[in-house]
């Protein structure tokens, strides 16, 4: 039966090179360590997005539109492999990358906005009309 419990729950191609397997239990720990490794490429992919995401900058030349959809395309990936990043956290990385120019509408946002409730998209929409 536990043969028939793993079998029922992996895809035709893995179950082609575990038909081989004597035991229930080699089976298992075949099926552990083919998906440890994928934890293992996953968290550093989660480690290297989380990187480019903490040093993301925007550039002085760059515009607000293309920033935000790079930084909400990084944002989205590591969001993809099931890490949450509360929204707090990301508006105020937001307000942190953006050049010296825009630094006065900032402070504003900062002074006046609640940036524990306010989401990115406000924070991009009012950089956008100042821009």
Known sequence: MATT??????SEEMLLS?????????????????????????NAKIHTLKEKFKCLMMKETEC?????????NILNNIRAFGETIKESYVVKKFLRAIPV???????????????DTMLVEEVVGRLKAHE
Do not use: C, P
Request: glycine residues 6%; without cysteine; hydrophobic residues 40%.
């Open 5 to 10: 419990a793993i079998y029922q729950g992996i």
């Open 64 to 72: 607000i539109d293309d920033f935000a959809m790079k930084f909400n």
């Open 101 to 115: 120019k825009f630094l006065h509408i900032a402070s504003t946002i900062e002074q006046f906005g609640d940036l």
């Open 18 to 42: 575990l038909t081989e397997k004597q035991s229930e239990k080699e089976t298992w720990e075949t099926l552990r360590t083919m998906y440890l490794g994928a934890d293992r490429v996953k």
